[in-house]
């Protein structure tokens, strides 16, 4: 279980809902939720690469590590 | 009355939010690692940092803070805008 973890490791992970064929709507096909670090992390270890203030502001986190943000997974990139 | 914004006001605002960011996530880092010595001294660095921006400000721009935890000058402005919030 642990080493497929390892192997498996992605900030996103997706799951598939069952979907019913009296289910009016369409499937959604993939769920997605957010698994970040710090539920990996047990402890914080000490010494973490910072960000500089400004920068720790804008992100929300001191911590370089830390620092995760939402992006629609539904949404189709234009870049 | 409004008191006169400039781009160093903003520029000095937004380095007093930002250490005090850094002041906010190591206060939180500190109560799980009170024994880390880099953290305390980084924490302390910018302690100093933020009360010397502060120094700089206030007499420029007025009081952050209310209730004596600021100096206020000859001229009572705490009820002049704009608020933080409005900048």
Known sequence: MDQQHEQSFTQVKTWQPFHSPFDPCPPIGNK???TPINIYMTFQPPNL???SPQEALRSGTLW???????????????S | MNKKLDAEYYQLLEQIQAADFVLV???????THPDDQNALTQFNQ?????RQLKAIFEPRYGPLLQYGNSP????????????????
Do not use: A
Request: proline share 6%; no cysteine; glycine share 6%.
């Open chain 2, 25 to 31: 996530e190591l206060t939180l880092y500190l109560d």
């Open chain 1, 32 to 34: 997605f939720y957010r």
């Open chain 1, 64 to 78: 370089k590590v830390f620092y995760d943000y939402y992006e629609n997974p539904y949404r189709e990139r234009d």
């Open chain 2, 72 to 87: 206020v000058g000859q001229q009572w402005d705490w009820g002049s805008g704009p608020w933080p919030w409005q900048v």
């Open chain 2, 46 to 50: 910018y302690s100093e940092y933020s």
């Open chain 1, 49 to 51: 690469e910072q960000f």
